[in-house]
């Protein structure tokens, strides 16, 4: 029993307590009695969700073990409040056959979250000829990329997006000219020529974000923008939505909260791709979480070993852990005000990192799942219990990752999950995690 707290899903808002039975909620109503022999889980002060889906997690597993595992990186994401994560298919071998999806799968079948699996759209990821889609469709794989890149060839991209529509699956992009981005460490602006690091330009992201809305109306396929970073991004995505083509987007909680200023000390911890930008995109992409434009915040949980992470800015790989912290960085930049901007409601910030995210992968009922909620009798018990106001210091060594490139390394942050249940089991208990 889950009890005290306010209850916030897609339907509203509502204080309650909530009965689970047998992975299932069973009850959700104040005052509710204490089943006998129940256990009991306080969450005063606190928000009763739907758990939290990441789209966009980086598990390493197979090929990666010494950054991450399966079972780390879903220890890390319950502990974060999420109840699924969607495992990327840039791995070791890359997930282009149902043999490694299989796998992975098979992994996380006993995880503490649920991890689904993206396809590749090409064998290897090489941009050249397409992975066997239907196959993998027919395992449950809803969402294909070959994340870390984009693809580059319109002519492969195309016959994806014709294959992929057929099967009814979504292709989520890599937003990035490869040529244009060759050779940059950082977003090319400012700080890149203060720096003296060679950049990203912005037109490296929104030309392929352009080219693939434009193929999008061509074929009628649905497309996934992956960590977009810039405003033009975002622009170009609401204007393809109000003419109504089948387009969704993502944000990562570092491209809400950081700037590329933070590289003024050539850490390569803050090194993402895409890179960090400039403070103007950063309200930008606020401004389009709030509006609807970007439709999820996914984590881009991106671990690192230290032997890899810990060298110069040229020569460290991009990215960043993401899972524990996310809840914390997007309450921050969405849901308090600044700038003149007002606070994204509880249930907003819920939707982008919930029932959203869950309806793109197909992890919702819509889509033969159990995530993203209501929460109400009958649902499956995937639940988060988010203290809104609690407060605690970032300490590497502490997190469940097999490595610690985090850039929020002794920042304190406000906002935690207290608890997270999946399928009824109590799989984090008061911030702790219980296997």
Known sequence: MIRGGTVVD???????????RAGVVAEVAPGADVPVGATVLDAGGCVVA???????????????????????????????????????????????????A????????????????????????????LAPMGELAALGVRLFTDDGTGVQDVAV???????????????????????????????????SSRLGVPGVP????????????ALARLTGARVHFLHLSTARSAALVAAAKAEGLPVTA???????????????????????NPPLRTGADVEALRAACACGTIDAVATDHAPHPPERKDATLEAAPPGMLGLQTALAVVLAALGTAGDGRAPLSPQAVLALMSWQPAHIAGLDRAGGGDQGGPVEPGAPANLCVIDPAATWEVDPA??????????????????????????????????????
């Open 157 to 191: 991209m195309r016959r994806a997006l014709e294959y992929a529509r057929g099967l009814g699956v979504t292709l989520a992009q890599h937003c990035e000219d490869a040529a244009l981005a060759c050779g940059g460490h950082m977003h090319e602006g400012e700080w």
């Open 250 to 272: 993502e944000v990562t909680p570092h491209h809400l909260a950081l700037t590329d200023a933070e590289l003024a000390g050539y850490d390569p911890v803050f090194k993402v």
């Open 102 to 129: 299989l796998e992975v799968l098979s992994l996380g079948a006993g995880a503490t979250c649920q991890v689904a699996v993206a396809g590749a759209i090409t064998m290897g990821r090489s941009g050249e000829h």
């Open 50 to 100: 739907p758990g939290l889906v990441d789209l966009h997690t980086h598990l390493r597993q197979p090929g990666g073990e010494d950054a991450e595992t399966v079972e780390t990186g879903a220890r890390a994401a319950a502990l974060g409040g999420f109840t699924a994560v969607v495992a990327m298919p840039n791995t070791d071998p890359p997930v282009d056959s149902a043999a490694v």
């Open 10 to 20: 897609a339907g509203g808002e509502r204080v309650a307590d909530v009965v689970v």
């Open 202 to 213: 912005a037109e490296a992201e929104e030309l392929m974000v352009a080219r693939d809305i």
């Open 398 to 435: 502490r997190l469940a990752s097999r490595s610690r490139n985090t850039p929020w390394a002794g920042r304190v942050l406000t906002g935690r999950a207290r608890h997270t249940v999946l399928r009824g089991e109590p799989v984090v208990v008061d911030g702790e995690a219980q296997r």
